[in-house]
């Protein structure tokens, strides 16, 4: 984790994961042991059903907040932050974890104490997640071309040099030896997306000439947008269920 950031601190969005896991609340204590504990606690406290995940990452957006418990203060911070991680079984207690990058050296992560919500069942696979996602990367790229193409400020670097700039930092991260070959490939497409959509979203006036161009541009990047979340939490999905079956 200390690829992540160099220090991690960790406390208790609530009083109740404050005394269940022996968090700081209010504050934050320097150290990841906290975290893990609280994960180890929470993955461990009931016996899942079949299918389902005790360990699962959840990227709400905007109108896309699939997965979280209706209105908490988890699920607030959670869509804030864009990210979260959910434990537990569900329909039992468990912990939602939230983690708030600050600055290039510190990673914030609060730990609350939720009711897991019903979790489903995945409608997809790895397979149709790696099948949307090549297309997704031909999607972003008509994005870019599209959003290039209106008037807009000089750019000071060429996008191809941003692109693969956010590519690189993605891949500085080490993925578990469990992750399938699959995963990987969904994972790095995934990445190439989003780093296309981002240097896009640079490319465009920042104000589009018109309502209906405001519109347009925002339909066409919306799904890719959640392409790229459904693929990330599929192959993550898959990847911590084959961890839990070998451990």
Known sequence: MYEWAPMHLVG?????????????HPGYADGIAGLLHAIRAAATASTPEAGDDRVKLVLPAPGAVTGLPANTDFSRAALNAGQAVIVGS?????????PVVEGPDVLRWTVYSIVVPEHGHRDQGLGEAEYEMREAVRGAADALAQMQSLPTRTLDTDPRTRIAALIADAARHRYPAEMSDRAFRVLESADR????????????????PTASAAAAREELVRPLWAAVRTARTIAVATSIEAAMHSA
């Open 193 to 208: 997306v989003a780093a296309i959509l981002t240097v896009a979203a640079g490319s465009a006036p920042s104000e589009a």
């Open 90 to 98: 569900s329909g039992n207690a468990g912990i939602g974890v939230v």
């Open 12 to 24: 208790a969005g609530d009083a109740d994961a404050a005394v269940n896991f022996g968090l700081e």
